[in-house]
């Protein structure tokens, strides 16, 4: 099969490379023509283990192209996906402008029958509106497919080879039947709905994925209250079919591009059809304070004065292995470390430039390793749960910090880590091994 991908962002980068894997003709177009020639001498503007090798092998192969010009890629392709960015508006609202300015362009371009199917996530409704802009401007034939993705970064390569389920939703049997064979290779969990079903079930996935995670983190809150071990507690939980280990993990909140966004989206959309989602808009309070209940550990670590004091920031993506820092809980951490007077000396393995880019250079200083942001530390603030930092062996750690203060943002250290170490130390939902700031647990009465 011929496929153009428009967009050559995560997720369009990303499955315009598995297409061809599967012995496709692929044509990856990006109107960023620095993007494109950095594409074309085998670099990947995005962190993602084994995407590169990927790319540079079927373009070797000839199975892989990229180029900024959508009509020729458009002229010669059986599907074209839009995979652009749905990026939010203050509203909350997701912005359809590169969707439609896509659609536009696909119209005009079109040759003969054509497959249209839109991998962005988008509002219900989007489908339909891409079909009309689409039929506006040609009397081509052709149909719309919605194809939403379910990537999580990091593991985008696997996921796409190796997928949960394909959801492909069409009004045309014959087009989404078509679909499915592309995807056969990879499954045979493939459901066929509506169109405005699949662009529903992409928002309803990773609200109730979110709903997980704010779950999990209320458990832990109310844990270091009453005592429990959160950690034990997600295991039990876990075990459960019905509800399953994945993303029962206590931390900091969720963070990226994908999570924050479709939750205030979902919001909005109920809104539009006059339904209040009130328990979405917890999900969203909740991950919005948890990421801050850290530092009012260290506020209370500090007497409430941090003016003046040292923290280093291990984490700055929003999860590990991937370079990815929007709606990172590290920004909004770093900013109010900052304004409280606080010095900050900041380091990840691989996010410290798309970081630095969004988050500016001030009031902190960018470390070339993790035990340099470490040094002469009045305290530690790991945020991301990387590799290299849960190998760090804290009895060497302690003696380059000024004082030994360690927030554990990720639950990374174990008790079996700490020993032997002096270290104040503060994890989320585990008040056993929260060290020099442990709550006073009540009697309960019934």
């Known amino acids: 099969m011929n496929i153009a991908v428009i967009g ?234 019905r509800i399953g280990p994945a993303f029962l993990r206590a931390g900091i909140g969720y963070g990226g591009s994908c999570f924050p966004k479709d939750t205030r989206a979902l919001i909005q959309i109920a809104g539009h059809v006059e339904y209040e989602f009130k328990l979405l808009r917890s999900v969203v309070e909740v991950n919005r304070d948890q990421r801050l209940r850290m530092l009012r550990k260290l506020e209370t670590i500090f007497g409430g004065e941090l003016r003046g004091k040292t923290v280093a920031v291990w984490g700055l993506s929003f999860k590990p292995d991937t370079d990815d820092v929007r709606e990172s809980p590290a920004l909004e951490i770093i900013r109010h470390l900052v304004e409280s007077g606080v010095r900050v000396k900041a380091y990840d393995p691989v996010a410290m430039a798309n970081f630095r880019s969004l988050y500016g250079d001030g009031g902190v200083d960018w470390c070339g390793g993790a035990a340099e942001a470490a040094a002469g530390a009045d305290a530690l603030c790991l945020l991301t749960e990387w590799e290299e930092f849960a190998r760090t062996d804290l009895r060497r750690l302690q003696k380059v910090m000024r004082k030994p203060i360690l927030i554990d943002g990720r639950n990374v250290f174990s008790e079996e880590d700490l020993a032997g170490t002096a270290f104040i130390y503060y994890s989320i939902g585990r008040p056993s091994l929260n060290q020099g700031v442990r709550e006073e647990m009540p009697i309960l009465q019934y």
Do not use: W
């Open 8 to 241: 050559a962002g995560y997720v369009g980068l990303v499955s315009g490379i598995c297409y061809a894997e599967l012995g496709h003709s692929v044509v990856c177009v990006d109107k960023d023509p620095s993007k494109i020639d950095a594409l074309r001498r085998g670099g990947i503007p995005i962190y993602e283990p084994g995407l590169q090798e990927l790319s540079v092998r079927n373009a070797a192969a000839g199975r892989l192209r990229y180029t900024s010009e959508l009509h020729e890629a458009v002229r010669g392709a059986d599907l074209v996906v839009i995979a652009v960015g749905t990026p939010p508006l203050p509203s909350g609202e997701a912005d359809l402008s590169y969707i439609d300015s896509a659609a536009a362009e696909i119209g005009e371009a079109m040759n003969g029958y054509t497959i249209v199917a839109v991998k962005s996530t988008v509002p219900v409704g989007t489908n339909e509106r891409v079909r009309d802009l689409i039929r506006g401007r040609t009397d081509e034939p052709f149909d719309s497919v919605s194809l939403p993705e379910f990537l999580r970064e990091g593991t985008a390569v696997k996921d796409t080879l190796e997928p949960d389920r394909i959801v492909i939703g069409s009004d045309s049997g014959a087009a989404a039947e078509k679909v499915a064979e592309l995807h056969r290779p990879l499954t045979d969990r493939i459901m066929i709905t509506d169109l405005r079903s699949a662009e529903m079930l992409k928002y309803a996935s990773n609200a109730f994925l979110a709903t997980k995670i704010s779950f999990i983190n209320e458990i832990a809150n109310i844990c270091e209250k009453v005592g429990a071990d959160v950690t034990q507690v997600a295991e039990g939980m876990g075990f459960d079919r």
